[in-house]
């Protein structure tokens, strides 16, 4: 794990075992805040080690920004910690995070000590203020990635994480483009500092503007050009023409898994817009009769 200090009392830690997935952990004078788990429990182990050096009898609030397992798995091992998530997360939780757990336990033993966490504190409609003396954290509803997203943002430092809505590259397969970029619009509306996407480095001030609009570029273009292969009745495989770097995205983006991700976003947005866009007819060749093609 990558133990990254963005300020005296905000840390980003990065999973170096996992497409560099971020947690966070935020120390304010009344508080101490966690942002998502990592994904394999030795290196949340190490957030753990990090909190209790330094809470010093600190309530700990354990935010999560979204329920995909590769940011929620290690929320068990917080027993003390007040959970807290969007709604939709605790309901997708209760759906498909036993399920997903068992799956990983079958596959690698170092999850077997691990169970299903769920939120015990949800945020519904609005923002949810967390008031921690010197430090005010502002939670909101952050979909696209997922629709359950919440992101996280540290008023007096301008800081925010916003879960998976952020990315070097969007990733909407189990989420919405217009949801995705209705988002990232609003995080225009914030004064950003630094910017902790759940996947990648973090995005400092000066960079923040042109990376959420590289992000909008991307989903755009890959919409456009889906929707032309549409047109056009071209198949699935034909996606494979639509290298990543022809639409925006550097295809050594977040250590090289651009691509894979790239061709999984078309896939799905192939599979929704199919049911709405016909392929174009087809015009019929015609015989014209030798007398009617003779020059009068």
Not at 28 to 37: F, K, L
Not at 120 to 142: M, P, S, Y
Not at 181 to 210: N, S
Not at 225 to 238: D, F, M, N, S, T
Request: include cysteine; aromatic fraction near 6%.
């Amino acid at each position: 794990m990558q133990r990254d200090r963005i300020t005296d009392d905000i840390y980003v830690l990065t999973s170096d075992l996992y497409a560099q997935v971020n947690a966070g952990v935020v120390f304010a004078s009344d508080g101490v805040v966690v942002i998502d788990t990592l994904p394999f429990p030795d290196e949340t182990r190490e957030i753990i080690a990090l909190v209790e050096k330094e809470a010093e009898g600190r309530p700990i609030y354990l935010v999560l920004t979204h329920y995909h397992t590769d940011h929620t798995f290690g929320a068990c091992l917080f027993p003390n910690a007040i959970a807290i998530a969007h709604t939709l997360c605790r309901k997708r939780l209760e759906e498909h995070g036993e399920q997903a757990l068992q799956a990983a336990k079958a596959q690698d033993p170092a999850f077997a000590p691990l169970s299903l966490r769920l939120p015990e504190v949800v945020v519904k409609e609005g923002d949810l203020l967390l008031r921690l003396g010197n430090k005010t954290l502002q939670l909101f509803h952050a979909p696209g990635h997922s629709p359950d997203g919440l992101a996280v943002y540290v008023r007096e430092d301008r800081i925010l994480f916003t879960g998976d809505v952020m990315m070097p590259i969007p990733y909407i397969v189990d989420g919405d483009v217009g949801q995705t970029i209705a988002t990232l619009q609003r995080f225009r509306e914030l004064q950003i500092e630094t910017m902790v996407p759940g996947h990648g480095e973090p995005i400092l001030r000066g960079e923040v503007p042109d990376a959420i609009q590289a992000n909008i570029n991307y989903l755009n273009t890959i919409v456009r050009e889906v929707r032309r292969y549409l047109q056009q009745g071209k198949p699935r495989e034909a996606l494979r023409e639509l290298d990543v770097e022809s639409c925006g995205i550097p295809r050594i983006a977040l250590n090289g898994l651009a691509p894979q991700l790239h061709h999984r976003n078309l896939l799905a947005l192939y599979q929704r817009l199919s049911a709405e866009i016909q392929p174009a007819p087809r015009a019929r060749a015609t015989k014209t009769s030798s007398r009617s093609s003779r020059a009068s």
